[in-house]
């Protein structure tokens, strides 16, 4: 029998669109804020005319990332120094200059829109040992500058738990480590990953090579509701309270239970597992529980990087035929996470990858089955949900239906999604 035979009668619900509207912090003034601290704080205060100032970038879809490091590029020039970026992120792009270049370009980050250089390269000096006995790299560009200003967002893991995540302290260690020094961070898994970013940030700091840092939280909608900004001796403490800060930001599917979820779309971009797993219920997530999840494509901003794909149990087609194994395996033969690239159910169009998943997510009466439908994770904003989650909807405070229309999911004639 035929994959497509086998799957024909599954039916696939009508949904309707809902609105999530996370209460969580407001968009803040960031550029106002930043340039107070610089200001209060003298952050600049010591440049020498003409030393030269690296400034951090890293790979993520950062909001108003261009933005804050032109603002910071334009303060070191009035304070007579000369600033220059470097792709801070690890082993992303391939692990090549080159890759490291384009990933940047794609955020929006050219030597145009930030008005000074971009010193892109792989190189890197060891720059001391841990008190585990773990060497410590640094990009070499970085290394050979006179200061360097550490920018990241500060955000929960998708992989593992610790009092320092994603953010300022992660960036001087695995960011600017490049891939050496990433996969140094790894090598020993992810349950001492924590303990590992926190012993080789120390060994950064102790260079005196690191100015400060600016860390920033966003909102539901991608909006930076936070920023801050530490000195060496408070990039700790800064950033343990920058995270809590995210998680009371951090959006989830608002539903305790649901079989199957759509996702139009992942990206390194979006997440670095791709999709945020802590905001669908996949690897460390507590909740919600997610049966199956069926992923339609990969962005265009990825790549061909289909980091996260592994965390899927249906993808299509054309996942499979983006899916650049340069761009994605170096990722994860540095951060050994094998289980994120691993290869889904691959199914031929978006309407078999759909109606796999409902086949497989243990609901007795496919008719009732509890579906969402998500652009990716970094847009929950608006929704599609089927008539089994309505009445959920309605009880929760932060959702709304838009209307009380349900519509039919349109295919064209390669069983694609019509939008």
Known sequence: MSIASLLKDIPIPELTRVKYDFHGQPACDYKKILN????????????????SIGITAGSRGVANLPTIIKEIA????????????????????????????????KLGITEESIGCEIRSGMETVEVGISSTVLPVYMDRFAWESDGIIAVNRVKPHTTFRGGHESGIVKMLVIGMGKQKGAEICHQLGFKNMAKNI??????????????????VVE???????????????????????LLKCAWDNLPRLPFNKVDVLVIDEIGKEISGTGF??????RANADRPEVTRIAVLNLSEKTAGNANGIGRADTATKKVFE???????YPNAITSTAVESVKIPMILENDELAIKAAIKMSLVLDYSK?????????????????????????KKHPDTDVFDKNFVTMVFDDNGNVVS
């Open 219 to 241: 909102n539901a909608n991608h909006q930076i509701c936070g920023l801050d900004t530490a000195l060496p001796e408070e990039f700790f403490e800064k950033d343990a309270k």
């Open 74 to 105: 334009d303060r070191i020039k009035q304070a007579g120094g000369v600033p220059f970026v470097f792709p801070a992120m690890g082993s992303h792009g391939g692990a090549t200059a080159e890759g490291q270049a384009l990933v940047l370009k």
């Open 322 to 328: 983006r899916f650049n194994f340069e761009e994605t």
């Open 36 to 51: 107070e601290q610089i200001d209060e704080k003298k952050l600049l205060h010591g440049i020498r005319a003409g030393a």
């Open 276 to 281: 945020d797993t802590n905001a669908v219920g």
């Open 198 to 215: 926190e012993d080789l940030a120390k060994v950064v700091l102790a260079t005196k090579k690191v100015i400060f840092g600016v860390g």
């Open 369 to 393: 089955v509890r579906l969402v439908r998500i652009k990716n994770t970094s847009s929950l904003g608006e929704m599609y949900v089927s008539g089994a989650l309505l009445e959920e909807v």
